[in-house]
């Protein structure tokens, strides 16, 4: 029997500063997320990071948090939900951090007979610190825990045909009724550090000028220029001009080179430029989570108004949208008759 198992990025269970200090310690001490030896990231997260950043996520986590819990676990349940409704196989739901473990969402399915699981990542795009670390979590759980079960797993989205189609009708939706002076894609940030260790080839990434532009083997796990074809493919569907779009990259961790430009940097320039009238979409993310939701939607529009902008929308991820529920479940479909 087959199944699917669909994995997000996880919460802590609530805003309260243990639950918030336990899941930043699973998330920071993993090695793809923090890529430095065991040592120094111990150093670093155990002494210095949850010693401090705790507090202040529970304050940011109260800000979004919903009555129902974590608006990723809600929102990414609502959207397992349709799904289930969609197909006739089993169908799971698990988390890389946090207590809906991906070890809990195998066993759900391995108990309901399914031998053949397929994984989809809801990530669209590769990066160590997201679509890796599932694979190579899942890869560990089935060795340690699940040997007889066989895994297939979905490759990044970021350039699918219908994928961009409903990402694209998103967008258009929540700008139909507003001017704009600008579209910014603002994708979650990563070390640069992270792109060249990523790079299979060892010669490509920040070694060839225009690289994410210049053809390369590489580009299969380069976050960088996925991300750039995301906006490529969706400025063309929506017919946007050069001018009135740009890319950049939130969240950073201090003390080393992250992915530029920086969104706030970016908010700030744009008001400045006038383009007072701004729209902004996070690609990066398929459900609103901590990151869109209070970094952008919230933060982001106070930084781009102080700036002096005047008119800021923030364009949702596409959540539990039944578009969204019926592309999964066409992938699935896809799959299982190709298998």
Known sequence: MKGLLMIN???PDSTSIPDVKRYLDEFLMDKRV??????????????????????KSAKAYKKIWWKEGSPLIVLSKRLFNKVTQLLDIPVALAMRYGSISIKKGLNELNKKGVKDVLVLPLYPHYAMSSYETVVEKVKEEK?????????????PFYKDKQYIDILSAKIKESIKNIEYDHLLFSYHGIPVS????????????????DC??????AHSTCYKHQCLETTKKVIEKLNIGEDKHSNSFQSRLPNEP???????????RLAKAGKKKLVIVTPAFVTDCLETLEEIAMEGKEEFLEAGGEQYTYVP??????NWAELISKWTKDYIKLN
Not at 143 to 155: A, G, Q, R, V, W
């Open 143 to 155: 060795e340690t825990n699940f040997p007889s079960l066989n895994i297939d797993i979905i490759p």
């Open 34 to 55: 923090i890529g430095k030896s065991y040592l120094f990231r111990w150093i670093l997260v155990k002494l210095i990071i949850l010693n401090i950043r705790p507090r």
């Open 194 to 209: 992270h792109l060249k260790i990523s790079d299979p080839t060892n010669t490509h990434c920040y070694k060839v000028n």
């Open 317 to 322: 991820c596409l959540n539990e949208d039944d």
């Open 212 to 217: 994410c532009n210049v053809d390369s083997q």
């Open 9 to 11: 990025l996880g919460s």
């Open 258 to 268: 992250w992915l530029k430009p920086y969104t706030d940097s970016e908010l700030e």
